[in-house]
């Protein structure tokens, strides 16, 4: 069973750094949190990289590719922090301690 979890957390791992590498996620530069962009037609001719890591995912880059998207679709389109103004009131605070 131990080796089980490992399998799965080693693929959420390898589907995570393809999503990032492909530029399905993306990190915001002011508070980390993940973020996605609109699925579209992301350069996945990079994926070539994983293939000792293929045998995860029944030997395809396809199903690899399939889990960054799944993946990549658990995230909202922006970074959560600066939708709801966090980040805004975080700049204005640093900006007005510099004056």
Known sequence: ???????????????????FETGLLFECPLHGERYRRPLGNAELARTSSYAPLL????????ELIA???????????????CVSGVG??????????IM
């Open 55 to 62: 045998p995860l995912f029944r030997d395809s880059a396809e």
């Open 67 to 81: 889990a960054a998207r799944t993946l990549a679709a658990c995230y909202g389109c922006e970074c959560t922090h």
């Open 1 to 19: 069973m131990a080796q089980q979890v490992d399998t799965d957390r080693l693929m959420r791992i390898v589907a995570e750094h393809v999503a």
């Open 88 to 97: 805004q009131t975080r700049r204005r605070s640093q900006e007005r301690s």
